[in-house]
């Protein structure tokens, strides 16, 4: 079975090595690993350089066209490169691939009006990252994004790793963050229903860029992948589930959340 793991921009730059001997214990194991990783940190950094802005909304990135070059090396040339280095270093076999080469990562656009060159994936080749498995090697995927007219696009990492697992019917999903897990009212939660986290946002307990994490991670549920997780480096963390909320959620205040932010997700 597949197994997806997204590892954030901020975290890519931290690994240490015993991330490495779980991924290789798994990898031991028979589980086809396959990563997916963002760029936020080195994306601000080549934005910052050519005095471009940096925008954020609802914790996506507002890619413009001339932004969109910088996103690109970013995310391609130097995070991709590096972590399939560090990959190899520490004794995993790896190959970097571009989600917007070989229409890896299919793509419309997200929202041109409000988001500019941001995809939302129609379609994952699967047969791409299978083929690198079976040469005995982990896909490791920037997260970008091609659209059916060839236009290449900058994707949510969280979302397309969600994208990613729904497609291969991944067994688990763990986004590896650089905190140990969800938390809420300052405790790091053990497990979150999706009523909880519907609650938590709502009340203002998840925000920022937790936001797409967790609404990615609800997607994976909602695809029947079995175990979502967002953890730290140790592949634990926060597990969300699907059950009745120990919150008792109120109907009218899922409404009210899913009519504010589900079209996200």
Known sequence: ?????????????????????????????????????????????????????????????????????????????????????????????????????NSLLTCDFLDKENYGWVGSIQKVNTEIIQNVLDAGKVPVIASLGVTESGETVNINADTAAGETAASLSAESICFVTDTPGVSVLGEWMECLTIADIFTSIVEGHIEGGMVPKVEAAIKCLDLNIKQVRITDQTLSGTELLIKESKYNLKKETEVMYMTKTIKSI
């Open 1 to 101: 079975m597949f197994h997806v793991v997204k590892i954030g921009g901020s975290t890519l730059a931290n690994l240490q090595p015993a991330f490495f001997e779980v991924l290789k214990n798994r990898i031991q194991q028979g589980e086809k690993i396959v990563i997916v990783h963002g760029g936020g940190p080195e994306i601000n950094k080549k934005l910052s350089e050519s005095g471009l802005p940096i925008e954020m909304k609802n914790g996506i990135r507002v890619t413009s066209p001339e932004s969109l070059s910088y996103v690109k090396t970013a995310l391609k040339d130097i995070t991709n490169k590096n972590l399939v280095e560090r990959l190899n270093n520490e004794g995993i076999s790896a190959l970097g691939l571009s989600g917007a080469e």
